[in-house]
């Protein structure tokens, strides 16, 4: 089987996604620092692998790990081993942590932050029209970012002050590109962030999931203070990454198809079917680290050894043909069935879904309605990505508004 090596400059994830494709079910690549694993690349095998209770998430079952090679300043030693949360525990422990967080997830209480979100959106927008008519804007710093960002923030209780510095420093947390040297102090810098707000909100509790999370602990659900400090950095990361990836890969997908944005804006299409298109087509999450196997398990005709490694490929499966048949590689936002697992699948999938859809759903038809002759300032072809193996996301989106509500001067 040949080695594929992930390029840590993402310069063409199409190209990565299809050849992972091309090798089967089961793939053998090479993560940026030279750690090798599989990756999962199609989605019948996905689903079924997502499930089985021979993959779990204990590092200690990683041949690699026990064996020495994996170097604590490895790049993406925080998405391998990022200390005991929800994301690296399996069974009962699992579902203690999920549990807690996905009371507060449900798509009932999600609902009540309808307003909220509303109106985060709608001063994001009156920031943009203030903007001096006629130069480019980076859609994603100046609108895709800001939401997501807030809506986390408020909540888990972590105050806007904060915000510079974790921007900073998840940008480090998920680059290839940190230098190894400054893995270690980065590493120690988000821990002491996020151990911060926690002994600030226990001090002064609020409204907000990580005040209940430490009620919890209190109150007999056993949660350590490592437990709660995690699962607060994983919300926190996880919750803002992928939503501005979702914003801006959907502005993107609409600016490229101008046939299909100009269905959606007449109401011929509807935005969930733009939201759910974009989940599959191009994903915001490219990969996920990282599973192990404690036995030989048969992906296809491939095995998955014991103790070896496994990532998810979702930027693969999401196109994959057998799933969406010979249209899987286009963008389609009339496409049903559209049964994606972009969010995960089983019981790890992502809690959070309900919420991302939420603040797309909201988002993105609020920015057209304001923006409607909303333009890419610059061609496709010369977007990048931002060099992150797990996230699909662009360094940035530069448009150009037009007049608000369509008006001209």
């Known amino acids: 089987m040949t080695r594929i090596a992930l390029d840590p400059f993402v310069t ?3 190209g990565e996604s299809a050849a992972l494709r091309a090798a089967g079910p089961l793939a053998e690549v090479e993560l940026p620092g030279g750690v090798h694993v599989y990756a999962v690349t199609r989605h019948a095998e996905a689903r079924a692998l997502l499930t089985d209770s021979r993959v779990v998430k204990d590092i200690n079952v990683w041949n690699a790990w026990q064996r020495g090679e994996i170097p604590m300043d490895w790049p993406l030693i925080g998405l391998a081993n990022p200390g005991r949360s929800m994301l690296t525990v399996d069974g009962a422990d699992h579902r203690r942590l999920r549990t807690l967080v996905a ?18 959106t709608n001063a994001s927008l009156e920031k943009l029209a203030a903007l001096p008519a006629g130069q480019p804007v980076d859609l994603k710093a100046e609108f895709a970012y800001p939401l997501p960002m807030n809506v986390i923030s408020e909540l888990m209780g972590v105050d806007a002050a904060d915000h510079p510095r974790l921007k900073e420093l998840f940008e480090k947390f998920f680059s290839t590109q940190t230098p190894p040297e400054e893995v270690p102090q980065m590493m120690a810098d988000l821990g002491a962030l996020f151990t911060k707000i926690v002994d600030s909100k226990r001090a002064n509790p609020g409204d907000d999931l990580t005040s209940a999370l430490i009620a919890a602990s209190e109150n007999g659900d056993h949660l350590t203070d490592e437990e709660i400090v995690n699962t607060l950095q994983l919300i926190i990361a996880a919750g803002h990454e992928t939503t501005i990836s979702l914003i801006v890969n959907a502005v993107e997908a609409l600016q490229t198809h101008p046939e299909q944005r100009e269905k959606v804006l007449n109401g011929e299409i509807g935005w969930d079917g ?64 559209n049964r994606h697992i972009a969010f995960g699948h089983g019981p790890h999938v992502c809690p959070g879904a309900a919420l991302s859809r939420l603040e797309a759903g909201i988002a993105l038809p609020a920015l057209y309605e304001r923006f409607p002759e909303l333009e890419l300032a610059v061609p496709a072809t010369e977007l990048r990505n931002k060099p992150i193996v797990t996230q699909n996301d662009l360094h940035e989106l530069p448009v150009e508004l037009g007049c608000p509500f369509g008006h001209t001067s």
């Open 12 to 14: 063409d994830l199409d």
């Open 103 to 120: 009371q507060a997830l449900t798509v009932k209480r999600v609902e009540r932050l309808r307003a909220g979100i509303e109106a985060l």
């Open 274 to 337: 733009v939201i759910e298109e974009t989940l599959r087509w191009n994903t915001p999450t490219s990969h996920v680290l990282i599973r192990f196997a404690t036995e030989d398990i048969e992906v296809g005709d491939r095995i998955l050894p014991k103790g070896e490694g496994l990532i998810v490929s979702f930027g693969a499966l999401g196109r994959d043909e057998e799933q969406y048949g010979p249209t899987a590689g286009e963008f389609d936002a009339t496409r049903t069935p």
